[in-house]
């Protein structure tokens, strides 16, 4: 008897759970699918280093069953960004912006100051039009002259969901990078998960 009642415990434990996963997740998915959404950055986003639709934006797209816009631009400073934002971003009327901006302003030696003015600039002129923005921050302790701090201090300003750093774990991993800066396709499908699981937030 006591056999019986913890087997039909369990079948109804298993039934449930079933329910709750495969009735909230597809919803979820299917909610941003339906939505415009546009990765706006350098060559993180644009792919620099992955195989064909192997880029971050791509393998987005395929998690989430619906189209992704890939606005990258291999070189991009925040400045550069900036004058391109009407015409790349805001003359399609996202839903979401997925922003990786900032590596090549450190890089360069831009101020971090000016970089983050025009980031902040960027975020804002997003968010006027009532559109979701998170951003994949990046952090090189030691040398990054600030900018890992910046970010946090650009997300607590202007309430952007914030990926603290996008290639935690990945930058320096042989098996998840195809050259010293950009990740392979693997460490792009991390990037795209990162980025799903903070627009699942949303």
């Known amino acids: 008897m006591k056999k019986l009642l913890y087997l039909t415990l ?18 979820k ?33 395929r998690m989430i069953a619906g189209p992704v816009i890939n606005a990258g631009v291999s070189g991009d ?25 900032g590596g090549n302003d450190l890089k360069n030696g831009v101020a971090r100051d000016a ?18 923005v998170v951003v994949g921050g ?17 997300a607590d300003e202007t309430g952007a969901v914030l990926i603290p750093n996008i290639l935690e774990g990945i930058m320096g991993n042989r098996k998840l990078m195809s050259d010293p800066i950009h990740p392979n396709d693997a460490g792009y499908k991390i990037i795209a998960e990162r980025f799903y699981e903070a627009i699942l937030q949303l």
């Open 77 to 101: 400073t925040t400045a550069h960004a900036l004058k391109r934002l009407e015409r790349d971003v805001l003359s399609k009327s996202p839903d979401i912006v997925l922003i990786t901006l």
């Open 29 to 61: 998915t299917s909610d941003i699918a339906g939505q415009t959404i546009i990765c706006f950055g350098d060559s993180l986003t644009s792919g620099t280093g992955a195989g064909r639709e192997m880029d971050y934006p791509s393998q987005l797209s």
């Open 115 to 132: 970089a983050f003015e025009n980031l902040k600039a960027i975020v804002d002129s997003i968010q006027i039009t009532g559109a979701r």
């Open 138 to 154: 990046l952090s090189f302790p030691i040398r990054d002259r600030g900018f890992g701090r910046a970010y946090q201090e650009l």
């Open 10 to 27: 369990c079948a109804a434990i298993l039934i449930l759970g079933y329910r709750i996963f495969f009735s909230s997740v597809p919803e």
